[in-house]
């Protein structure tokens, strides 16, 4: 546990220290926000709850492609003989979905400003945003990690790999938000929840699993 | 993955050929049951005397003199024709003495048409003819049984379904094609997880020879699905849940293809392909399994529409769709030992 909190203690410096990726990311969202605002200029019900989930979505490649691509091998090697893979992914798992959900608050309240706010039934919009983000952070995670250790990687690979694996996620967020800004009437969208809820456990048990043998060197 | 002498037997690889050959041979061959496709005009009034044209498929009308039609409300009503003529093999001129009163709570009524004779035993139409104008009521006119035994035509045909027609063939070939996918996939995620916990390349090639093999099965399952929407649906592409969600996995396992390709170290690329397929498959579950479950989608079994297992799948069907099941397998695993001995070979002269 220590460990852990140590290692997130160290995911902070180093993303303090580079302000310009975190600045770099937060602009980037600016700039997709408000090119959404200019380009629907009146952005209602349907279009709003896609986009949103869009963005977060793009954002978050962005904001987690680096999670083990900036580390040289050098330091990976180092990593590797002070932690457990375990405790590592933990740390790294915490701290992606911490940074994806201020990320998402971020984007909701960029299109709270221009766009408006047109949620109706906010506590089962923040459940399925916090469900979706954990889900989407957990795929980026593993598949930053993957793209990471590959040669021919980078930026191209991270997006076609997993983007794809996040379709369901995003699927079940756009219906849930639907309801949740009353544009349907749902009966079952508590088994959405429970789904997208699944679906989580799922990926977080395998990249628990599947990052040790994505780990060893 | 000592011991592969299984890969060079030939037993496996004939008996998978012999059986899809059976599998086209005898399930583009085998007639359909008669059938009719459309009768005009396909609604009337109640009280009135109406004349319709049946357009038969697969019917012998004009060589059989002995027809007989009926229009059947429900299992206990049933109103038999005043006259029957044939024009043609497959034009049926049939005439009603519509009742005033129909035993049922509405005002119209859907009446299934049902034609006999002893060559091609009964073709039907359900809710054929729309009857409007209908007062409630029980009339004499309505009998409760067909009067004689229907007898049903010998040898094997496959069921006529109007919109399906012809096409219901497909069930051999786009059904079994997505059933023999999933275990193609399986077989690659077990050789996957034994690569992890072996190490041993050979399962590595295995795992990528299947799920190569799995998605080529799923891009003619694809291909194969579009003809039969065409046909069924009338376009090639729709909305549709499954189809979609088909599309997507084909996406996920596209990238696997990329991650492959990506990697030149033989190690890596073995352990972050087998990463990556496992945790693939894992989202395949709700993707195809769970997530077509929960909303209504036009194919069998989902909002409504029957499926295997219902009467859709009948036992002629079923003797053409197990064996294609079991041939596509059987085929698809040679192909798989095919590239798997492919990329031994060219590791093998890599390293010499």
Wanted: glycine share 8%.
């Amino acid at each position: 546990m220590g460990r852990i909190l140590t290692l997130l203690n160290k995911e902070l410096t180093v993303e303090l220290r580079r302000k310009h990726t975190l600045a770099g990311i937060f602009l980037f969202v600016a700039i997709i926000v408000y090119i959404l605002y200019k380009s629907f200029n009146r952005m209602v019900g349907m279009e709003w709850n896609v986009m949103i989930w869009i963005v977060l979505l793009f954002a978050g490649i962005n904001a987690i492609a680096k999670s083990f691509t900036q580390e040289s091998n050098d330091t990976k090697i180092y990593y590797y003989n002070l932690v457990s893979p375990s405790e590592y992914i933990i740390a790294k798992l915490i701290y992606n979905f911490i940074y994806l959900l201020i990320i998402f608050c971020v984007v909701y309240m960029g299109f709270s400003f221009f766009m408006g706010n047109p949620v109706k039934e906010f506590s089962l919009f923040a459940k399925a945003a916090v469900l979706g983000v954990f889900g989407i952070a957990t795929v980026m995670t593993l598949i930053s990690a993957v793209s990471g250790e590959s040669e021919g990687g980078g930026a191209l690979l991270m997006s076609i790999l997993a983007l794809p694996l996040t379709i369901p996620i995003i699927l079940l967020l756009i219906k849930i938000g639907a309801s949740a800004l009353h544009l349907i009437q749902d009966s079952s969208v508590g088994q959405d929840l429970w789904m997208l809820g699944g679906i989580d456990l799922l990926l977080l048990g395998l990249t628990f699993i599947l990052f040790n043998e994505v780990w060893k060197n | 993955m000592k011991n592969k002498s299984w890969m060079y037997n030939p037993i496996w690889k004939i008996l998978g050929v012999l059986i899809f050959l059976y599998v086209l041979i005898g399930g583009m061959t085998t007639p359909l049951n008669p059938g009719i496709t459309y009768i005009t005009p396909d609604s009337a009034n109640a009280g009135e005397m109406v004349t319709i044209t049946c357009k038969g498929y697969n019917t012998n009308y004009y060589t059989n003199q002995d027809n007989l039609a009926w229009l059947k409300l429900d299992s206990i009503h049933l109103l038999p024709a005043r006259t029957v003529t044939a024009k043609d093999e497959n034009t049926l001129e049939i005439t009603f003495d519509l009742p005033n009163k129909f035993p049922v709570q509405t005002e119209s009524a859907f009446g299934t048409i049902i034609t006999y004779n002893a060559k091609d035993g009964a073709a039907l139409r359900p809710s054929g003819l729309h009857i409007k104008k209908v007062e409630q009521g029980e009339d004499p006119a309505w009998q409760s049984s067909f009067g004689k035994s229907l007898i049903a035509p010998t040898g094997i045909r496959f069921p006529f379904r109007s919109i399906l027609d012809e096409t219901i063939r497909n069930t051999f070939f786009h059904v079994a094609l997505w059933l023999s996918m999933i275990v193609l996939l399986l077989v690659g995620l077990y050789h996957a997880i034994r690569y992890l916990i072996t190490k041993d390349m050979a399962s590595d090639k295995m795992s990528a020879s299947f799920n190569r093999v799995a998605i080529f099965y799923g891009i003619l399952g694809l291909l194969t699905g579009s003809i039969w929407a065409k046909h069924t649906w009338g376009t090639w592409w729709t909305t549709d849940i499954k189809l979609n969600m088909s599309a997507i996995a084909m996406l996920i396992y596209a990238a696997y293809l990329v991650l492959r390709s990506s990697t030149f170290d033989f190690e890596k690329r073995a352990r972050l392909s087998a990463v990556y397929s496992i945790f693939s498959f894992a989202m395949l579950i709700p993707l195809i399994f769970v997530i077509p479950r929960l909303t209504d989608s036009l194919h069998p079994g989902n909002g409504g529409n029957p499926a295997l297992g219902g009467e859709d799948l009948d036992n002629t069907l079923r003797l053409f769709f197990y064996p294609s099941i079991i041939a596509l397998i059987l085929l698809g695993t040679w192909i798989a030992t095919i590239l798997y001995r492919w990329d031994t070979l060219e590791d093998k002269t890599m390293t010499d």
